[in-house]
């Protein structure tokens, strides 16, 4: 990948598909409420930046870092009604700066279109200086979304040219990472514009930071029992205010948003243990779901196959590589 100016375009075939969303992540998915994930991703690099771009046809939640050791600015371009970055409403044309190491929390909605480049702070002041454009000082002292979006003048050419990629509609002029370093300059002169002030929305407000706490509880906690008023009292409301908060947020019920988790947990064990010992029921109820025949009724509806599909698929792309290699 690195090196290479072109575009690489993929379909989005499976959920994990998208735990590469942004080059060269390793990020958590969740599949949430709705149709299964479809769409594409595209890549790529030149000049010490790697550009990754997806269109989302699902709603899915990703959490995680996209980078550890640069930099990563991503762009929502056509923005799915209902989406959220750190459990904040976002929308097109809505910036976003992930620090290395800092953690990804997005909820994406049907119909997403972005954009992102990732490359290191020193990369970042050099294209900036190119472009004779002074950085707010802030922009890579935490990361958060800019409290303005980018203008729609700026945004629509922009959005349309990226849609193109996704469509297989690539120009001579978008083979080369033009695109990438065109959304690129837009960003920095985006932050070079306006007065100094910090990247915000970071923390969430309202019902979604009672959503926030209760799914910190939720993670810490999955493998246990989680009754309604328990989760209620972690998050610091009432049952009912935190019900109201989830499909506001989320678009799900708790009991939902927790079974959701633990079924992606089921399937990640599958994945990574094909060739274990433990039964099915076995990792079932590792993850607090103790009913089989349901389980693998809600497993189905979710990921489009049954948790032997699953295990069975493992082994045999995993026998496929060993022959490979």
């Excluded at 459990?87 to 910036?95: I, P, Q, S, T």
């Excluded at 992930?98 to 002041?125: C, H, K």
């Excluded at 729609?152 to 990438?180: F, K, M, Q, W, Y």
């Excluded at 590792?286 to 979710?302: A, D, N, Q």
């Amino acid at each position: 990948m690195q090196g290479s100016r072109c575009w690489h375009r993929f379909d989005i075939r499976q959920m994990e598909d998208l735990a590469n969303s942004v080059f060269g992540a390793d990020l958590e998915v969740i599949q949430m409420a709705g149709p299964r994930v479809r769409g594409s991703l595209a890549f790529a690099a030149g000049d010490g930046v790697t550009f990754s771009s997806g269109l989302i046809q699902g709603n899915v939640a990703v959490s995680g870092p996209l980078s550890h050791d640069a930099i990563t600015i991503g762009v929502g371009l056509r923005v799915g009604p209902g989406s959220r970055q750190w459990l904040n409403a976002v929308g097109n044309g809505d910036v976003g700066v992930y620090l290395p190491g800092d953690e990804q929390d997005g909820l994406f909605m049907r119909g997403t279109l972005y954009i992102a480049a990732t490359l290191s702070a020193r990369r970042l002041e050099e294209e900036a200086a190119r472009e004779g454009l002074v950085l707010e000082p802030t922009m890579t002292l935490r990361s958060g979304l800019h409290r303005k979006p980018i203008s729609p003048r700026v945004l629509t050419p922009l959005s349309c040219r990226v849609a193109g990629l996704h469509a297989n509609r690539i120009t001579r002029r978008d083979r080369a990472s033009e695109i990438g370093f065109v959304m690129l300059r837009s960003v920095l002169a985006h932050y070079a514009r306006l007065p100094p002030s910090e990247n915000g929305r970071h923390d969430p407000l309202g019902r979604a930071r009672i959503v926030g706490r209760a799914r910190g509880y939720i993670r810490e906690n999955l493998a246990r029992p989680i009754p309604l008023e328990t989760l209620a009292a972690a998050a610091d409301t009432s049952q009912r205010s935190l019900a109201r908060a989830f499909v506001e947020v989320l678009g799900d019920t708790p009991a939902n948003y927790v079974r959701r988790l633990r079924l992606h947990r089921i399937r990640h064990d599958l994945a990574h243990e094909s060739r274990s010992r433990r039964t099915v029921a076995d990792i079932a109820e590792k993850w607090g779901i103790g009913e089989p025949g349901r389980m693998s009724g809600w497993y189905r509806e979710l990921f489009g196959e049954l948790p032997t599909e699953t295990r069975f698929r493992m082994q045999r792309e995993n026998h496929m590589r060993k022959h490979l290699l």
